[in-house]
């Protein structure tokens, strides 16, 4: 099984499906993707909480510990480490890196708004301290979040953050052909994007991304679905098929005897 490294460097970009519980991570894995990573909107939506804010720690921390039983790379989305001392982001990533995530996402921004990138890349610096071998996907949030939105801007940022050690550089937002592949020529780093309907992964790949994560869609496309379900026996239409409930229920059997795979680095 390639490493969660290795991935990053194939023939197409690694495509990355983000779950938000156990039921959700079992369905990727088992549509054979080697790799999974949390959305901290789908995870503090399902726990009744806006997404940010730092509102996501314990919910994730706790899906984690279930998710490192299942046979593929996990990947954590961390927001901002949650914390402004490098130090207590560094500890809290460490005790993932322990459960034995590969992975983390983490975000210069806080509640909405960018930070100092000498600070955020502090956080990269104490991080790869504590888990050198941990892939550290440093997220650069200007084009999100519309401040000092402009590629020189992103490129200034993400070139701090690889000096600090982060081994991938994540823009979300950022879906103009000329900027990602100037960005990508510009960063000697693995670039990740999120999925747009405008580009193809293929499409993206041309220009250079070497991951393609799919964000909150999933979660918000499940509640839509189970919304328009419910709607269509209210109204006497046809639903859709669906997967078997003996089928989960065999998988959440599965999983719950399984341990945690010590080899998915």
Not at 177 to 185: K, L, N, Y
Not at 197 to 202: D, E, G
Request: charged share 20%; hydrophobic share 45%; with cysteine.
């Amino acid at each position: 099984m390639a490493t969660f490294r290795e991935l990053h460097h194939t023939g197409a970009p690694l495509l990355l499906p983000n779950a938000w519980d156990v039921g959700s991570a079992l369905a990727f894995a088992s549509a054979g993707y080697p790799a999974v990573g949390t959305t901290s909107f789908g995870i503090a939506a399902s726990a009744g909480l806006p997404d940010g804010g730092r509102s996501s720690k314990a919910v994730t921390a706790a899906l984690v510990n279930q998710l490192c039983r299942l046979p593929v790379h996990v990947t954590a989305d961390v927001e901002d480490g949650y914390a402004d001392d490098p130090a207590e982001v560094a500890d809290f990533v460490t005790q993932l890196a322990a459960q034995g995530v590969v992975g983390v996402n983490l975000e210069d921004s806080t509640d909405g708004h960018l930070v100092d990138p000498a600070a955020f890349a502090e956080k990269v610096a104490a991080v790869k301290r504590r888990s050198p071998a941990l892939f550290i996907n440093a997220r650069v949030d200007n084009i999100w979040f519309g401040e000092q939105a402009t590629v020189d801007a992103v490129l200034l940022r993400a070139r701090a953050y690889a000096d600090a050690g982060a081994d991938g550089i994540f823009v979300p937002g950022l879906v103009v052909p000329e900027d990602i592949r100037t960005i990508t020529a510009g960063i000697g780093l693995p670039v990740n994007v999120l999925a747009h309907p405008s580009l193809t992964v293929a499409e993206l790949g041309e220009l250079g991304v070497r991951r393609v994560s799919s964000g909150s869609l999933p979660y918000r496309a499940a509640v839509d679905a189970a919304v328009n379900v419910v709607n269509a026996l209210r109204d006497g239409q046809q639903v859709p098929a669906a997967t078997p409930y003996w089928e989960m229920q065999s998988r959440l059997v599965s999983f719950s005897q399984r341990p945690p795979d010590p080899d998915r680095r």
